[in-house]
């Protein structure tokens, strides 16, 4: 279902630290999961993606896990830095079949602050 | 990645007027393009699928006849808000997957911040 979120968890790390920030999502069925970057007044950004056919995927600096048993997904920042201070979303994608097919539901958000 | 845009960035309008709100999307066809609108501190809402050359479907609690979409080419979605109410100051964003639907990954508009005085 979709997420509602009035008080958005918060994140407060030094810079050079990593940074796990965690999502649970709510349908079993999800096929792909998505994290997005939002900076203040700004639309989303795509960071990393990963099916569910995987537990792993990384990027530049990001890795995703993904655990199917507890419907659990986290990211890592490794090295974070004061650029990297947004609210962070998850996203699943519905799967194929039915009317929310393409649809994202998005988690609720985490503020992420990263102090020099 | 794909890029898409939304115009306006910002709008200020009186209430009872409506306020149109474009997506498009610069460097690929999109078929289908998604409508989100976010509250302050709040997470992505979506509101409606925007499908190109047929109706528009809303989730559920949205009004149709106040939000209208026309999705009236490949690149292009636009989203009305009819008789605007202080309510409706929102964050209004946009977004679209390279392929239509059946695609994964969905690239965001910059968002469209919408203030009913």
């Known amino acids: 279902g979709e997420s509602v979120g009035l008080h958005l968890p918060t994140l407060s790390v030094q810079e050079g630290d990593n940074s796990i920030i965690n999502c649970a999502y709510s349908n079993s069925a999800s096929d792909y999961f998505i994290w997005y970057k939002q900076e203040s007044g700004k639309g989303p950004q795509f960071i990393i993606d990963i099916r569910s056919n995987m537990d792993k995927r990384q990027g530049q600096r990001v890795t995703v896990l993904l655990n199917k048993t507890v419907k659990h997904l986290s990211l890592q920042i490794a090295a974070t830095q004061p650029g990297d201070s947004a609210v962070y979303f998850c996203?699943?994608?519905?799967?194929?079949?039915?009317?929310?097919?393409?649809?994202?539901?998005f988690g609720q958000g985490t503020i992420l602050t990263v102090h020099p | 990645g794909a890029v898409v845009s939304q115009h306006p960035s910002w709008v200020i309008c009186k209430s009872g007027t409506s306020v149109k709100i474009e997506c498009r999307s610069l460097d690929f066809q999109a078929t289908t393009m998604f409508w989100y609108r976010q509250f302050p501190k709040q997470s992505l809402m979506l509101m409606a699928t925007?499908?190109?050359?047929?109706?528009?479907?809303?989730e559920q609690g949205v009004e149709k006849d106040k939000f209208l979409i026309n999705h009236a080419s490949l690149t292009l979605s636009t989203l009305t808000v009819t008789s605007a109410h202080p309510e409706d100051s929102s964050f209004y964003i946009c977004s679209a997957p390279p392929g239509g639907s059946s695609t994964d990954t969905q690239y965001f508009g910059p968002g469209t911040r919408l203030t009913v005085l």
């Open positions: 925007s499908n190109e050359g047929s109706k528009a479907t809303y």
């Open positions: 996203a699943e994608k519905n799967p194929a079949g039915g009317t929310s097919y393409g649809k994202l539901t």
